[in-house]
């Protein structure tokens, strides 16, 4: 079969790579086509359309600054699709470009699947009716998820985590020789906001002379952007070892997003940070719905990690809360509550599930 798979940022990438990995095991004739990064580019039978890092845009006035742009790639989508016929759509999180390609693609007779939902269980929630009415599939990998669209009268299948089955699959090597306990920062993914977190979390560096800092750089980012940010700090920098760099790590800064989960997974004490352009914050803060920024804390329903955001992230709070969790007793007893989000997370094989529910889809 034809498969054609949207992702629109790193973690997308990552979980398209090993979804299309999945359904080649099962379907060795597929033919990709996506839009996503270089992990999905490293699959056998797919053709790369677009980079995400071309069209990720973060933020309210980011996304309006960009109208004309992302109106383009919108066009260009659905002309590849047309000239493709795909069998199947796959739509990965990334919702403000994935929910208008769906319609179009639904019209066409093409299987519509959404894998990794959206998260309109946080804001923008009448999204479901659009999902109900043009998604064939919807696959959700938090526990939450399944009750949430229950409640909308949708039901949707829960598949598990797929980040369980890639950081137990592999075993990670130091991604560096330290002469000291190393501290991690993971300051995102998009480069607006590496730009907005990361001179917050150098700044406390100096404070703590007997830790390693290491940066945490994604390989779609520019070097010249943390090489400029790091310029005068006695940071590293290691590219493409996210992974290898968490599993020797004491603790992490680390910004909002898939990295909160990704971090907790390794049982790395962290503290979250999230701060946007003072326009997007506000209007944001008025429609988000949840009390909690990082997957870690919505996941356990409770503050299990401390979250600075927009104001309260500075030098005095990081310092601080940096200095807390690398207490051994705070250490241990993060440690020990992030065993609780595995075992809510439950599942295992999610790929490998999500693939088989794409595949054998009936219309």
């Known amino acids: 079969m034809k498969y054609y798979l949207i992702a629109g940022e790193a973690s997308g990438d990552l979980h398209g790579a090993n ?28 053709t790369q359309v677009e980079h995400y890092k071309n069209t990720a845009f ?30 199947r759509l796959i739509c990965i999180d990334y919702p403000g470009f994935n929910l208008r390609i769906v319609p179009f693609a639904k019209a066409l007779g093409i299987v519509t699947v959404y ?36 409640k909308h009268n949708y039901k949707v299948d829960y598949v598990g985590h797929p980040l369980l089955d890639e950081i137990s699959a592999n075993n990670y090597e130091p991604a560096l020789q330290a002469d000291r306990p190393v501290i991690a920062i993971l300051p995102g993914s998009r480069q607006q906001e590496i730009q907005s977190i ?10 703590f002379p007997e830790y390693q800092f290491v940066l945490a750089g994604l390989n779609h980012i520019n070097d010249d952007l943390y090489n400029n940010l790091l310029r005068n700090t006695s940071v590293s920098l290691v590219k493409g070892k996210t992974y290898e760099l968490l599993n020797q790590a004491e603790a992490a800064l680390v910004a909002s997003g898939t990295a909160t989960l990704e971090t907790a997974l390794f049982k790395v004490p962290m503290l979250v940070a999230y701060k946007g352009n003072f326009l997007s914050y506000h209007l944001g803060k008025l429609l988000v719905k949840v009390p909690y ?8 329903d409770r503050e299990l990690v401390r979250e600075f955001i927009q104001n309260d992230l500075n030098s005095d709070n990081i310092e601080s809360e940096l200095r807390r969790i690398l207490e ?12 609780d989000i595995i075992q809510l997370l439950g599942q295992s094989g999610a790929s490998a599930k999500a693939a088989d529910l794409i595949i054998n889809h009936s219309t």
């Not at 790639?73 to 795909?86: G, S």
């Open 19 to 46: 979804l299309m990995r999945a359904i080649l095991a099962k379907d060795p004739e597929a033919e990709f086509r996506f839009w996503g990064g270089d992990k999905m580019a490293e699959i056998p039978g797919s």
């Open 58 to 87: 973060m933020g309210f006035v980011e996304v309006l600054k960009h109208l004309p742009k992302i109106f383009g790639f919108i066009k260009k989508c659905k002309a590849d699709i047309l000239a493709f016929q795909p069998d």
């Open 115 to 150: 894998y990794i939902s959206p998260q309109v269980w946080a804001w923008k929630e009448s999204r479901v009716n659009k999902i109900k009415q043009y998604v064939d599939r919807m696959l959700v990998i938090l526990p939450f998820e399944k009750s949430f669209y229950q």
């Open 198 to 207: 990361l001179p917050t979390f150098l700044s406390v560096v100096p404070k």
């Open 293 to 300: 920024i990082s997957l870690v804390n919505l996941i356990a």
């Open 328 to 339: 051994p007793q705070t250490s241990m007893a993060m440690r020990e509550a992030y065993e």
